[in-house]
């Protein structure tokens, strides 16, 4: 399970705050699954790095009580200059699964 409870994020640009989030509060339980769509820029990484303990929130608790699987855990694995789809594929093979 990972929890967000009353988290915050935001970083300095130099000219500007921007924020990431604002005391946000969501739950993804063992077993379950979520999705994080947004354009590009609005932290969809930062949000990533935080649940996988590598990003600390600037306010907030945030709980894991199991352990961070490969992709949440170690983003290196993905190739930028390949799609999704083939990704994908490379991920499951390299889990010795079924690429397909």
């Not at 409870?5 to 640009?13: G, L, M, P, Q, R």
């Not at 932290?43 to 935080?50: A, C, D, H, P, Y």
């Not at 490969?70 to 999704?84: C, D, E, Q, S, Y």
Request: net charge positive; with cysteine; proline share 3%.
């Amino acid at each position: 399970m990972i929890a967000f409870e009353n988290v915050s994020k935001s970083f300095w640009t130099g000219q500007t705050c921007k924020v990431i989030l604002d005391r946000a509060s969501f739950t993804v339980d063992v077993g379950n699954s979520m999705g994080i769509l947004a354009k590009n820029g609005t932290g969809k990484t930062t949000l990533i790095n935080m649940m996988a303990g590598l990003e600390k929130p600037n306010e907030g608790k945030i709980t894991r009580t199991s352990r961070i699987s490969f992709p949440l855990g170690f983003m290196g694995g993905v190739i930028n200059k390949h799609t999704a789809t083939e990704n994908a594929r490379y991920i499951a093979r390299l889990y010795g699964l079924d690429p397909d």
